[in-house]
């Protein structure tokens, strides 16, 4: 129950912060974000200290450890890829084509006889 009310509490500090933002529509700019951003932190601070924010943070950790583990493509390999694709795309479009011109021949020409 307490996480509950936490997690409620971390939106309502999340939702103060944007709605301090449209009330402080006559101050700076600068103000109006910093209202915002204080209502994020605010209610990061709180979830942080409920159980579903330490296991969201506990993923969070894990995602990261695991994107390290990722073996990225190098610029070589990226552009050949990317060439592929596009040569792949190109020779389906032609393809395409051809395919809807010999179907429109052989419908309007020659079954249905219109010129």
């Known amino acids: 129950m307490a996480d509950k009310l936490k997690f409620a509490l971390a939106l309502a500090l999340l939702v103060a ?3 301090g933002f ?5 101050q700076a700019l600068v103000l109006r974000v910093l209202s915002v951003l204080a209502g994020v932190a605010a209610g990061v601070a ?3 200290f ?5 296991r969201f943070v506990g993923f969070a950790r894990e995602a ?9 493509p190098s610029r070589k390999e990226t552009v050949q890829t990317t060439g592929l694709v596009f040569a792949f795309v190109v020779v ?4 395409l084509w051809l395919t809807d011109k010999s179907l429109e021949w052989v419908l309007y020409d020659l079954v249905l006889g219109w010129k």
């Open 22 to 26: 449209y009330l402080l529509s006559e």
């Open 92 to 95: 389906m479009a032609i393809f």
């Open 64 to 72: 990261i450890t695991e994107t390290k583990k990722v073996v990225w």
């Open 17 to 19: 912060g944007v709605v």
């Open 50 to 54: 409920s159980e579903p924010g330490r």
């Open 46 to 48: 709180v979830a942080w």
